[in-house]
T-cell receptor, first 112, second 115 residues
Framework: SQQGEEDPQALSIQEGENATMNCSYKTSINNLQWYRQNSGRGLVHLILIRSNEREKHSGRLRVTLDTSKKSSSLLITASRAADTASYFCATDLDNYGQNFVFGPGTRLSVLP | DGGITQSPKYLFRKEGQNVTLSCEQNLNHDAMYWYRQDPGQGLRLIYYSQIVNDFQKGDIAEGYSVSREKKESFPLTVTSAQKNPTAFYLC??????????????FGEGSRLTVL
């Protein structure tokens, strides 16, 4: 099975609500990153959290990391229709970051 | 503008033909990557390169080949040996900063369809 597994696979919410996505992984990591992908497009980096960090914020994004549980969560607050996309977590398995492992993603739909 | 350019965006190929996907970056990044994405799945690593004239196989390298003759360019050839080549292909680059890991910068992808 994959190193990174996002949960849920799909999420549908109303505009203004918060969206929470989770990522679990199996082995020790150097850092964990979240990416966003609009349909048919490339991925865009959202946020990186290192293994010695527990929480990080960027605008409406909040990421937490629990290395004891090997899990991370991405919270998008006050969601907008433009947030509709797939969200992927990627784990960096070695110190030089040359082996990122991506999960299957969470498809988020924000309804106006 | 700085970034990664992939071409073509859409490509159709007959069975038995080789096809080459282009990836060019002007970010001065040392590392470049090719990923394959199938519907509803995450990205799987095909090949990556950390330096010119050197590259390593990823998880699904069979049926693919790459070259890294220039720092800016990392073309991917999908050969006839690849049994199921229809997919969305993504190229990415990242800086190498010692033990620190940077983010991946992605191109817009190339969608290959085998007829």
């Amino acid at each position: 099975s994959q190193q990174g597994e996002e949960d849920p696979q799909a999420l549908s919410i109303q505009e203004g609500e918060n969206a929470t996505m989770n990522c679990s992984y199996k082995t020790s990591i150097n850092n964990l990153q979240w990416y966003r992908q609009n349909s048919g497009r490339g991925l865009v980096h959202l946020i990186l959290i290192r293994s010695n960090e527990r929480e990080k914020h960027s605008g409406r994004l909040r990421v937490t990391l629990d290395t004891s549980k090997k899990s991370s969560s991405l919270l998008i607050t006050a969601s907008r229709a433009a947030d509709t996309a797939s969200y992927f977590c990627a784990t960096d398995l070695d110190n030089y970051g040359q082996n990122f492992v991506f999960g299957p993603g969470t498809r988020l739909s924000v309804l106006p | 503008d700085g970034g990664i350019t992939q071409s073509p965006k859409y490509l159709f190929r007959k069975e038995g033909q080789n096809v080459t996907l282009s990836c060019e970056q002007n970010l001065n990044h040392d590392a470049m990557y090719w990923y394959r994405q199938d519907p509803g799945q995450g990205l799987r690593l095909i090949y990556y390169s950390q330096i010119v004239n050197d590259f390593q196989k990823g998880d699904i390298a069979e049926g693919y080949s790459v070259s890294r003759e220039k720092k800016e360019s990392f073309p991917l050839t999908v050969t006839s040996a690849q049994k199921n080549p229809t997919a969305f292909y993504l190229c990415a680059s990242s800086p190498i900063q010692g033990a620190n890991t940077g983010e991946l910068f992605f191109g817009e992808g190339s969608r290959l369809t085998v007829l």
